[in-house]
């Protein structure tokens, strides 16, 4: 018996000192994970640099060459934030490991495109951090970011950003807690990022945040009220910390006039974005409307915000109309229409899943005839790409010394 | 060269034994297993997932070699839990014992000279017989001179093992030990063994292997420290669960033991082959972790891998015709044993799989597996932290500790350098293939050894790949491409590049091993220095 209880206590004691052992690693391991992923990460970007570095394209045959015009644009916030000029955009997901669909779109459109659209959602995952490599790789293209940045709730790790708030009900309220602080070290690390990346980029937060079935950062959720405080929180943390090369796009999406309810105030937005996707008759509650019926009452009220605009989602599904069509009438008056657009970005999706069930395929680069009629469109605008003197002269905004007011909710 | 001081060959000459095992050592290590194993668990929950796999027989065959590795080392550690020293028994009193010592043509004589003389020294009783085919009159002087039996076993099939039978035969005694004629046997030897016999059930008493030139190059070295963990904790961790196995040199048998197995197996592992049917046969083993004896290890590259061949070939034997022949009579712990060991040499065709992973990659473009780096690296390090951490624990147990404590990286270089040995005794075992005549200069020819050739090639494919990606990567590949390809491509780089980093250990020991002047290292062992007071 003796024998039994010493051996019994000897092998628990044995498995319990192991597990605890082994346990104690993992913790360690999970404490420095995050650390060591920036490394990785970090390592990441800087290797490509180097390379970039090294193999040192010829120049004057790279995309950066044919859009050296918009150089004088993208290191002037001034002018970025006021152009005289349409800039042209695209963003399509597959993007994964190269921007070769971007550069066969433009070979298409016969155009360079200077804004690169990408999306990235808030979170602890890894890839969830200010994405370097991808605001480096378009900017070494010669185009300018464009980042829709997604506040969901979800991914963050529960032992970093403690909650009582049971996981499925996380984003809840979640505007409140983003402008509680709960969020900060999230946002203060992806905006010492941004700082350190260091060219102006647009920073589109938030965005659609009135349409009540999408974005678990609508109203659903949330007060209007409380997107505001949010708002000004996020942009404060980034004016305190010096990450004043974003320029922030208050994107609401025009089909619910709700919008005006959202808008954080001049100081805190630098740009209107807005949607203007034509769902056709794809699901029951769509039909097809036409450019002007999606975007002609927001942008009579928007035109008096005193803001330069940008069509930040611009394409139309297939069916149940002439897509073509669709984009020629869209696009072919709108400098004239809609002079206070100053930004049109190409929505080349070929799998959207946030609206339907079923994917939607927005991608118009294989669709000859919407090709034909965009690119005899934006031929027809003459956009001229020399910014007067005037322009050029003014300080770019962001180094101009910012009050930077707290937000209400502090 | 080295350290061939009088002092470090005065600490080589020693009795040595390794240290005994206390219940809180054996509980320590057991908590570093189980850590180790719950490492090995969370590192599976992380592996075994459905978005990691980008081909589905890549990621199979990845799966398979990678989790083959882990296994083995799972198996190793479980052994060391039992590990176990036998007490020390005083030798049995006035037993015959009898030493069988083998030469062959081209032996060098002065080397038996040293060997006879020292079996001469040794104080139990025994007599010492001379197992010659040299057909060299100057092989029975040697043997006569130093009082040793000299018997002319001509033309045997079987090599050793045909002459020890044809041996047994000539003689009487009732215990018989082999001892290879590099290895000097200290006075003492038979005192530390013959005590076993009492067990009526022992077949065989194996001690350790240990070397006295393995300061005489890289490949010697590095061949010297494959073996330091065997002899200690491994083979420790083995005769706690009575697997431990019969290494050809320094095994002391029971004739009768050998006799009810029809004699000493014959093949090229002939003695996994007898140790494998001693303990079918139902005898028992015993591994007592002591150095009475020191031999030989090869000094060049060339050597080393044939020796390596002809075991890889001779294990695949025993796993293929005698394993499964035996496999009702065996133990589990015995069937898992020589399932180990038996496919050791494996890892020659894994190692092939792990290293054409970044060709494919970079010449095919396929890729096995979605993993980051990055998080393999981080989910892999607890298992590897535990393992090194058993491996260093563990070697409290090594028979010498002050002289073989270490990471052994210039046997792990060696080892990763003989991959296409070892590939090659698996391919032959399959269709039972002979092995290749490949001559080995006794003398350094200033040449490299034909078995370093595919680390050769390994390296020419790997600067031509770096120059094809770099081109490739300068001057074709779009500039959309580049920035967001580059994490990978130099990711895999790195992971090829540390396999490249391998093959120059291997090809440093053939450089080495080119220009080895050939050395009598016996000439210099002196046999009244040899002190058999047991060294702490």
């Known amino acids: 018996m003796k024998v039994l209880v010493y051996r019994t206590s000897a092998v628990l004691l044995v498995i319990v000192s192991g597990v605890l052992l082994s346990a104690l690693l993992l913790y360690a391991g999970e404490r420095s994970k995050g650390p060591l992923e920036d490394l990785a990460l970090s390592v990441t970007s800087d290797v490509a640099r180097f390379e970039k570095h090294l193999v040192g394209h010829d120049l004057r045959k790279s995309r950066s060459a044919s859009l050296r015009w918009f150089d004088r644009y993208r290191t002037h916030q001034a002018l970025l934030n006021a152009p005289d000029t349409i800039l042209t955009g695209a963003y399509d997901n597959n993007t994964a490991e190269s921007y070769e669909s971007i550069v066969a779109l433009e070979e298409s459109l016969q155009v360079k495109l200077p804004i690169i659209q990408l999306y990235t959602a808030w979170g602890s995952k890894k890839d969830q951090v200010f994405p370097m490599l991808r605001a480096q790789a378009i900017q070494d293209l010669g185009s300018i970011p464009l980042i829709t940045w997604e506040p969901w709730l979800n991914d963050f790790d529960r032992n970093e950003f403690p909650t009582k708030q049971p996981v499925e009900r996380i984003n809840e309220g979640g505007l409140k807690a983003i402008a509680s602080g709960r969020y900060d070290a999230y946002i203060d690390k992806w905006a010492a990022a941004a700082k350190q990346f260091g060219a102006p980029f647009y920073l589109r937060f938030g965005h659609e945040m009135n349409d009540p079935y999408r974005y678990p950062w609508g109203p659903q959720n949330n007060d209007p009220a409380d997107f505001i405080v949010a708002w000004r929180h996020v942009v404060s943390r980034f004016r305190q910390l010096g990450a004043t090369n974003a320029i922030w796009i208050w994107s609401p999406h025009p089909a619910y006039r709700t919008y005006r309810q959202f808008y954080p105030g001049n100081e805190y937005v630098d740009w209107i974005g807005v949607t203007t996707l034509n769902y056709g008759t794809v699901a029951p509650w769509s039909e097809w409307y036409s450019f002007d019926e999606i975007f002609g009452a927001s942008y009579a009220e928007f035109s008096l915000y005193g803001k330069p605009m940008m069509i930040t989602e611009f394409g139309s599904l297939r069916v149940g109309g002439d897509r073509a069509a669709w984009f020629q009438q869209a696009l072919s008056d709108l400098p004239e229409k809609y002079p206070v657009v100053k930004a049109v970005v190409f929505y080349n999706n070929t799998s959207d899943v946030t609206t339907t069930y079923k994917s939607l395929d927005w991608s118009f680069n294989a669709d000859k005839q919407v090709l034909a009629a965009t690119t005899r469109v934006l031929k027809s605008w003459r956009l001229h790409h020399a910014p007067t003197e005037r322009l050029l002269r003014k300080k770019p905004l962001a180094a101009a010394p910012l009050a930077a007011p707290h937000s209400v909710g502090e | ?536």
């Not at chain 2, 001081?5 to 297993?33: F, K």
């Not at chain 2, 080995?440 to 050894?449: E, H, I, V, W």
Request: proline share 5%.
């Open chain 2, 1 to 536: 060269m080295g350290r061939t001081s009088n002092t470090g060959v005065n600490a080589l000459w020693q009795y040595r034994a390794a240290a005994g095992t206390a219940t809180t050592q054996r509980l320590r290590l057991a908590v570093l297993v189980v850590a180790g194993c719950g490492s090995i668990l969370h590192l599976a929950d992380w592996w075994f997932r459905a978005e990691h796999v980008a081909s589905l027989p890549l990621f199979l065959v990845l799966t398979f070699i990678f989790w083959w590795g882990i296994l083995r080392m799972v198996v190793l550690w479980i052994s060391y839990l039992r590990i176990s020293k036998p007490p020390q028994k005083p030798a049995l009193p006035q037993r015959r014992v009898a030493i069988f010592t083998t030469s062959s043509p081209g032996e060098p004589l002065s080397m038996f000279e040293k060997t006879l003389a020292a079996c001469a020294r040794i104080t139990y009783p025994h007599t010492t017989y001379l197992l010659d085919d040299t057909r060299d009159p100057r092989f029975r002087e040697v043997a006569e001179r130093n009082g040793a039996v000299w018997l002319e076993l001509v033309g045997l099939p079987g090599a050793k093992a045909g002459k020890i039978n044809a041996a047994l035969q000539r003689t009487d005694e009732e215990f018989i030990l082999v001892l290879d004629p590099d290895h000097i046997p200290f006075p003492n030897f038979l005192d530390e063994v013959l005590g076993y016999f009492e067990d009526e059930k022992v077949g065989f008493v194996q001690v350790a292997q240990a070397y006295y030139n393995q300061y005489r190059s890289f490949t010697a070295r590095g061949a010297a420290e494959q073996t330091y963990g065997f002899y200690g904790p491994t083979q420790m961790g083995m005769n706690g669960l009575n697997c431990a196995v019969a290494i050809g040199a320094n095994c002391t048998f029971r004739r009768t033991a050998l006799e009810s197995i029809g004699g000493h197996g014959i093949g090229l592992a002939e003695d996994l082959i007898t140790a494998i049917r001693m303990h079918a046969a139902g005898w028992k083993s015993v591994y007592n972790p002591i150095v009475v004896s020191r031999g030989l290890v090869p000094e060049d590259l060339g050597s080393f891998c044939k020796q390596q061949l002809k075991w890889a070939r001779g294990v695949h034997e025993v796993l293929f015709a005698e394993v499964p022949r035996l496999w009702p009579k065996l133990s589990f712990w015995q069937r898992l044993s020589y399932l180990t060991v038996g496919t050791y040499y494996v890892s020659g065709a894994t190692m092939l799989l792990f290293l054409l992973i970044p060709y494919l990659f970079f010449w095919a473009g396929m890729q096995p597996a979605n993993m980051d780096f990055v998080e393999f690296v981080l989910n892999w390090l607890p298992v590897g932290l535990f393992g090194v951490l058993i491996y260093l624990y563990v070697q409290r147990w090594l028979c010498h500790p002050q002289e073989e404590r270490g990471l052994h990286w210039r046997g792990m270089c060696l080892k990763f350098a003989c991959w296409p040995v070892f590939f090659l005794g698996f391919v032959l075992s399959l269709w039972n293939g002979r092995i290749p005549y490949i001559p080995t200069a006794k003398q350094a020819d200033g040449r490299f050894t034909w078995f370093a050739w595919p680390l050769l090639v390994h390296q020419l494919l790997f600067i031509g790949t770096l120059l094809y990606v770099v081109v490739e990567r300068a001057y074709y590949t779009p500039e959309a491409r580049l920035a967001l390809s580059s994490g990978d491509t130099w990711g895999m780089m790195a992971f090829a590049g540390i396999a490249y980093l391998m093959t120059l250990g291997g090809l440093f020991a053939a450089y080495q091993s080119s220009k080895l002047t050939a050395e009598e290292p016996w000439a210099t062992v002196r046999l009244p220095g040899i002190s058999c007071q047991l060294a702490s």
